[in-house]
T-cell receptor, first 116, second 109 residues
């Protein structure tokens, strides 16, 4: 039973390039979350998606960042025209559809983005 | 705005020296409070969920408790392998969690 899979684990980009981060949720999970973590800081919520639908994107920067979770394939976090301040670890988590009681999220190992 | 504050930022213990980590929260309506463990270079690993004041959960040397304003993660007789960053998160809407900045625990043999 594979866990949440993120790739690549490490990604190096030069300023102005595009970064694409992929996340395959656990089997049976239909909800995906993306978080950003800067060194010595906690996780900051970015976006919450279910298949073909963005539920909450209140944590996403207004420009350059986008996310999708298509009907088939992994969820993608896309960062266009990267800047040095985008350097961080990006974590994906998945869960089954949340009910009134439980919302346990299972995390991937993260993608570490370095912008030169 | 929902806020989660963890203290201390860092904690150094000798092996066997018990202590507690604190997570204070200010939220509009708590649906659940979560504790995660994060090792360097890895994603957070789920430990506990607490849903109502007075609730307690235990796992090996760890015990989590919850009041209306804060949660404690008690570590009894810690071992070096307990060294990690412990993250607290609160869930106030279906799906969105707010995390604290974590407490980095170091247990010396």
């Amino acid at each position: 039973n594979a866990g949440v899979m993120q790739n690549p684990r490490h990604l190096v980009r030069r300023r102005g390039q595009e970064a694409r981060l992929r996340c395959s949720p656990m089997k049976g999970h239909s909800h995906v979350y993306w978080y950003r973590q800067l060194p010595e800081e906690g996780l900051k919520f970015m976006v919450y998606l279910q298949k073909e639908n963005i539920i909450d994107e209140s944590g996403m920067p207004k420009e350059r960042f986008s996310a999708e979770f298509p009907k088939e394939g992994p969820s993608i976090l896309r960062i266009q025209q990267v800047v040095r301040g985008d350097s961080a670890a990006y974590f994906c988590a998945s869960s089954p559809p949340p009910d009134r009681v439980k919302n346990i999220q299972y995390f991937g190992a993260g993608t570490r983005l370095s912008v030169l | 705005e929902d806020q989660v504050t963890q203290s201390p930022e860092a904690l150094r213990l000798q092996e066997g020296e018990s202590s507690s980590l604190n997570c204070s929260y200010t939220v509009s309506g708590l649906r659940g409070l979560f504790w995660y463990r994060q090792d360097p270079g890895k994603g957070p690993e789920f430990l506990f969920t607490l849903y109502s004041a007075g609730e307690e959960k235990e796992k090996e040397r760890l015990k989590a408790t919850l009041t209306k304003k804060e949660s404690f993660l008690h570590i009894t007789a810690p071992k070096p392998e307990d060294s990690a960053t412990y993250l607290c998160a609160v869930d106030t809407n279906a799906g969105k969690s707010t995390f604290g900045d974590g407490t980095t625990l170091t247990v010396k043999p």
